[in-house]
């Protein structure tokens, strides 16, 4: 596999991670800081089960997914009436701890040393098919009910109450979704780099896989695939020097910036379609002639 | 062994309550997790060391130079991080969201600036330890102990006698009642930052003598402080305290009888059984708010 495909294949794997987040915190909005640790449960299930109960890859990807699954939905549950400042540190307390578990567990999951040989198989039209699989069932996923509630949750809880949203069932909803996508990009992730180590799944992997969901528009699902194709690819660009700190402190400064100067991402609420695409460019270059597309513009 | 420990236990719940503390101040009066105060306890440690290794081997001068700085991070992070966010009234999620990239900038330009080296301070504290009943214990936590309870009372002392300090405990109880009332909660706003400031600059310059001085010092002892605040009761102070003596202890316990490396995942423990039996916190108010 040459360099530029090994890089594609990780950019989709972390995509569906991202996707899941984006389903979280982007339509529901609930901060999580612990997913990199759901991935991890992900992974480690998934290339155990292969390496020691020589299972077909897809078949233990699928109990990796499901075991993540399971577990984030166990932990999420007594935070999920709560606040969001408990829901976010809960998460990071679970992520950190899996991580812990994972590195003290050495005789079964090698430990800091790390887990080799998981067989492979992960090939990047696996990935891609998978990848825009997840992105259709999303899309699909937002048009209906449950998604429509889950984004009246994020918008007003108050609001989404009273109309008779039963909220906790929403935020379950949108765990179950991010956790199950998170697991299954770790599995993927396992058995295509056929290693593991627990510094794959750290804090610093949870803020990357948020990130693309702040910067790119916290109700915009192009928005977050487009952020994610910026992003992810570059800690594997930026592999010299102190360039992965810096690439950091850029994140961190763009956070804050969006978030003071435009606190619903780049894209807000916005989806990239070609028809919005046609407005976008029509009402800029008819407001540079001093005329609004539609009689609104100039008011703005 | 036990009362070794138990002291060991409760000098490190007193920087845990030190942290703490500032969790519960700013919670308290903005209703909203600081989720930047990591870097002001780094700082603080990498003040102290700087200024012993670059100006004088000094230790009182040093504390108070990193305490210095630590103050000046937290006027720092509320003047441009959050002061634009709450004029606008943004939403409390939007503070957190900021608070973390602040975090995420700021320790990582500390790791580009101070390298991921480990740092011991040019002149620490004493290593000797002394005997209490029988018990070897290490002085420099018997430092950390007395000076923790002393600023800890101190502020204390400010929240309950001066006008500052009714001003910020009517705060807490409606931010903008206070205001209505002629308070200048701008202004209020920044001095909890600055009391906040003052006490992550105590514990990360002590943290920085007892352990060494490294980046992800603040992060890793926050997260324990913010455990600490949650379970005691997220807005309240005595919780808070509360809250962090019972972490530490425990994880001194824990790593004394059980395992070191299963100290830290008793922490998380501890949060998730705390929050499924009583999320409110064990002296935290259980209003109807918590939605």
Known sequence: ?300 | MFLQQLINGISVGSVYALLAVGYALIYSLLNFTNFAHAITVTIAAFGCYWFQALITPNLPASLLAGILVAIVMGIFIELFAYRPLLVKKARRLYLMIVGLGVSILCENLMIIVFTGRVRVYPEGFPTDSINIFGASVGLIDLIILVVSVLALVCVELYIEKTRTGLAIRSSAFNLEATALMGVNTNRLILTVFIIAGLLAGIAGTLLGAKYTTYTSLGTYMTNKAFIAAVVGGLGSLPGAVLGALLLGITESFVSAYISTSFRDLFAYIILIVMLLIRPSGLMGKADGDKA
């Open chain 1, 1 to 300: 596999m040459s360099y530029w495909t090994g890089i594609a294949t990780q950019v989709g794997i972390y995509l569906i991670a991202v996707l899941g987040l984006s389903v979280l915190c982007g339509f529901t909005g609930m901060f999580s800081m612990g997913h990199a640790g759901f991935m991890a449960i992900g992974a480690y299930t998934s290339a155990l089960l292969s390496i020691h109960l020589s299972m077909p890859i897809w078949v233990s990807v699928l109990c990796g997914t499901l075991l993540a699954t399971l577990i984030g939905t166990l932990v999420s549950l007594p935070t999920l009436k709560l606040r969001d400042d408990y829901f976010l540190i809960v998460t990071l307390g679970v992520g950190e701890g899996i991580r812990l578990v994972i590195q003290n567990l050495a005789d079964l999951t090698g430990g800091a040393r790390g887990l080799t040989s998981i067989p492979g198989g992960v090939t990047i039209w696996g990935v891609l098919v998978i990848a825009v699989l997840a992105v259709v069932f999303i899309k699909l996923f937002l048009s209906t009910k449950f998604g429509r509630n889950c984004i009246a949750v994020r918008e007003e809880e108050l609001a989404a109450k009273s109309v008779g949203i039963n909220i906790f069932r929403y935020k379950l909803l949108a765990m179950v979704i991010s956790c199950a996508l998170c697991g299954l990009a770790g599995g993927l992730l396992a058995h295509y780099l056929n290693y593991l180590t627990p510094t794959l799944f750290n804090m610093t992997k949870s803020e990357e896989l948020i990130i693309p969901v702040i910067l790119g528009g916290r109700g915009s699902l192009t928005g977050t695939i487009v952020a994610g194709l910026l992003l992810l690819p570059l800690p594997e660009l930026l592999r010299f020097g102190s360039a992965q700190e810096w690439r950091m402190v850029i994140y961190g400064l763009l956070v804050v910036l969006v978030i003071t100067f435009r606190p619903s991402g780049l894209m807000g609420n916005k989806e990239l379609t070609l028809q919005n695409l046609k407005k976008f460019l029509a009402g800029f270059f008819l407001k540079n002639r001093g005329q609004a597309p539609d009689g609104k513009g100039d008011s703005v």
